[in-house]
């Protein structure tokens, strides 16, 4: 089953404790992204990456870092996490292929953080 | 810079009634509109989307979405609600060239009452 798996799905942490998010997806995707979810905000994309080893910054980078070494994942990491980064993450993944800059984005379930 | 409006908090709807969920976008060149849903505790899932072509496109789960470019609009529609329609949905915009970038709505709840 094409999927995308986050996790953990839900987190309770305090400040300054590092923690990583992982996604991984099966459908061998090369585009993948990592948004927040906040009321009445909609999603803010927070990193995205076109490919293997390449990553740019989206629209809300800060107090985020992300790699990409295996096209597979892409995991988001929250080196000193504050109370303001409590929010659900979603990781998104779609395939780049010729012409198909309008292709839809998969996405995982969504992680849960909360920042004590 | 690319933008997304749904005015529209929450729409409650009768079930068996057509719905009609707004969405205004504003970008430079022509536009990749998008309608996604999200049930609660999941993820986003994809509805449909406007490229070219047609104005009128159908999507998933009976729902459709008429491109408007003098008014700038993607309005989702259904003829007749569902209560399992019941949902957040989220039009989303991206411009070519713009692959990247995906920008969101704030989203509208959709409430379909018995």
């Known amino acids: 089953e094409a999927q995308v798996t986050q996790n953990p799905r839900y987190l309770i942490t305090v400040t300054g404790k590092k923690l990583t998010v992982t996604c991984s997806q099966n459908?061998?995707?090369?585009?993948m992204s990592w948004y927040r979810q906040d009321p009445g905000l909609g999603l803010r994309q927070i990193y995205y990456?076109?490919?293997?080893?390449?990553?740019d910054k989206g629209d809300v980078p800060e107090g985020y870092k992300v790699s990409r070494k295996e096209k597979r994942n892409f995991p988001l990491i929250l080196e000193s996490p504050s109370p303001n980064q409590t929010s659900l993450y979603f990781c998104?993944?779609?395939?780049?292929?010729?012409?198909?800059?309008?292709?839809?984005?998969?996405f995982g379930e969504g992680s849960r953080l909360t920042v004590l | 810079a690319q933008s997304v409006a749904q005015p529209e908090d929450q729409v409650n709807v009768a079930e068996g009634n057509p719905l009609t969920v707004k969405c205004t976008y504003s970008?430079?060149?022509?536009?990749?509109l998008f309608w996604y849903v999200q049930y609660p505790n999941r993820g986003l899932q994809f509805l449909l989307k406007?490229?070219?072509?047609?104005?009128l496109v159908k999507g998933s789960y009976g729902f459709e979405a008429e491109f408007n470019k003098s008014q700038t609009s993607f309005h989702l529609k259904k003829p007749s609600a569902l209560v399992s329609d019941s949902a957040l949905y989220f039009c989303?915009?991206?411009?070519?060239?713009?692959?990247?970038?995906?920008?969101f709505g704030a989203g509208t709840r959709l409430a379909v009452h018995p």
């Open positions: 998104a993944s779609k395939a780049r292929t010729s012409g198909s800059l309008g292709g839809e984005l998969f």
């Open positions: 459908m061998n995707h090369e585009y």
């Open positions: 990456s076109m490919n293997v080893e390449v990553t």
């Open positions: 970008v430079s060149g022509n536009p990749y």
């Open positions: 406007y490229i070219t072509g047609d104005n």
């Open positions: 989303a915009v991206s411009s070519p060239g713009g692959y990247n970038k995906l920008i």
